[in-house]
């Protein structure tokens, strides 16, 4: 056993320990639990390792502590939670002291644009890579939890913002091209790989609106959409020619590249989220004045184990278990 | 700038962040916050880094989950507070798979034993040294945390349990004599250092008794009652003839080299805390069901910036500020 299976099965082991009788959203983008009736604790943790979720050669330390705090609060915004306060453990080399005070700057940034607070934290000695961890504890109204095991028939799926950007600021980055990393139009695929802004705000309307089922793109929009399809037990497709391609990565790629790094390159951090038919108008218009939101799918029906269908132009071009998928 | 000084410097850079308004315990053991009246969270972090913290030479798997939920239970006991959710996040290679399965089997021992519930985590690839951070949350009844700056003149010191045995087996590990560590006196001093059990139970009577300040004990004996004192500005003096030594440490290193072990050697995870005079037999018949409480020292005045007197035989054998010991 190796790779991916390797890892899934700890994830597996870990969430089975011991599940909280009072818990809510265990294998969801978060935790949460209410320690006393009428609050809803919601917490959550990644790790970041040098060489495998960063390199120092492509990644300034500013930006480093900006996403190791952006890709815990996305796992809030899709939970409809808000921030927080965050501990923060690092392992550093001797002589990394001030590459580790830059990442704090960047952390403390985005932790006082989003009202987080930093309390706590490790720091230790190691003799291998950096690694960061970020955990967060925030808070949700205990009625309006987003999930992701509750999407439902009839449901059209919504995407938040656009997609492709960050993977194409990964791929230019791991292209490793001067020229084109030096020109102008490359500036917001990188600073969408480096620097991503995790959706609070459209995560708290979506759930102040009442709908209950979300998920971030971390991963490529078609393993999210996967996600909620195994989650919830339902069949979804996902109308590829659809996507709200970031422009910028469309003008460098072309389209069928930003629509395939959209839907398995990941990293962009927007909100995929289910909405009954009747209230499209409805979600769009409210969130209309902060972020675009694209109907990107539907959901089709009950399916255990759920699935995902790729559709373009009207045709299936790729279907089967979540997982499975080529892209 | 190296060692320890490195790392100080950025912890302090990390807590100064943005201190929380409503916050209290920034640079305690851990951190506290009201997120609604009436209720008090309490949170801490610990990062363990192979070859920093452990060796897998010497250390079980399942001993190292134990221990690194062990090491932040710990610091939810100095604070008087209950356990608590955990969230586990651990970098490993490939091929250790089995070996952080085993590792999360000793996790979850401690955590039933204690009423701790792992609700999340990550598991992620690395290059280098097996990484384990475990953050935990736990709560506190608003008007009873245990803090670190609130020892006055006029209290007792005064040490659970008995000390000296985690160090006496590391010395053990260090010296790697197989006769001896194969000898059945060394088995309490071994799983002191490899098993300790946080003071949960008597944090929470030291807490509920109404006393107000205490510490753990995971750098040596002089240290703590150290950072005490700087943290409270006073002068302790510390009995050292008093120290409650584990019995296996002084059959094995004699009682002189036993004491130094305790007073510098640290991980006993025992509670320091303090007891105005007059209180003293009520905190010991209190405590005395669950766990031995021995007077190791004084509060003997007011004194900014703190200091520790070690005496023995009624006579100062050392002096200074806290940090410049050299015990």
Redo the contacts between chains.
Sequence with gaps: ???AD??E???A???R????QD?LG?GDD??A?S??P??L?V???????E???FRLEWTSPRDLGWKSLAVNLSDLAAMGATPG?A??????L?GQ?RL??EM?EG??DL??LTG??????????????L?V?V?L?G?AAPDRLLRRDCAAPGEVLVLTGEVGASAAGLALLLEGDRDRLGRPETAPLLTAHHRPMPRLAAGQAIAAMGLRCAIDVSDGVASEAGHLAVASGVAITLEIDRLPLHPAAVALFGEAEARRLALSGGEDYELLFTVPDGRLAEVTAALGGQVRATVVGRVVGLRPGGRVDLLSDGRVIESGQPGYLAF
């Design positions: 056993m190796s790779g390797e890892f099965l700890i994830a082991l870990a969430s320990l011991d599940p909280a818990g265990i978060a935790a639990w320690p006393t009428g609050a604790v917490a959550t943790t990644d790790m970041l390792v060489g495998v979720h306060r501990l923060i453990s690092v392992a550093l001797p002291t580790v005070e704090y952390l403390s932790a006082r987080t607070r930093v309390v706590g934290g490790d720091t230790v000695r190691t003799s291998g890579p690694v961890n955990a504890i808070e």
